[in-house]
């Protein structure tokens, strides 16, 4: 089993910023992909940014440009920085994680992390 545990998230002004960070452990085999979703009040649960192995990223349109996602392999660690954020960016934020262990693939969710954007 591999556990996801998240941290960072909080109350912030408009245009202020905050980091988000994932650890892994337990049964942690190859990762592939490390990202962050988030689900916003009423809406559905969207990708806002993805780091593969070899480090290339994708993010959402709404973020690009102010958010930038990173990973520490070695620690098996993905971060979010935020910056200048906005209202619409208030949202629980989830970790995710694709990974592959002993030739199966599996796909593992933090539990979740409350972004709250409000002046």
């Known amino acids: 089993q591999v556990q996801l545990v998240e941290s960072g998230g909080g109350l912030v002004q408009p245009g202020g910023s905050l980091r988000l960070s994932c650890a892994a452990s337990?049964?942690?085999?190859?990762?592939?992909?490390m990202a962050w979703y988030r689900q916003a009040p009423g809406k559905q649960r969207e990708l806002v940014a993805l780091?593969?192995?070899?480090?290339?990223?994708n993010y959402a349109d709404s973020v690009k440009g102010r958010f930038t996602i990173s990973r520490d392999s070695a620690r098996n660690t993905v971060h979010l920085e935020m910056n200048s954020l906005k209202p619409e960016d208030t949202a629980v934020y989830y970790c995710?994680?694709?990974?592959?262990?002993?030739?199966?693939?599996?796909?593992?969710w933090g539990q979740g992390t409350q972004v709250t954007v409000s002046s």
């Open positions: 995710n994680i694709g990974m592959v262990l002993d030739g199966i693939g599996y796909g593992y």
């Open positions: 337990g049964r942690v085999g190859s990762i592939n992909t």
């Open positions: 780091i593969t192995m070899g480090r290339a990223t």
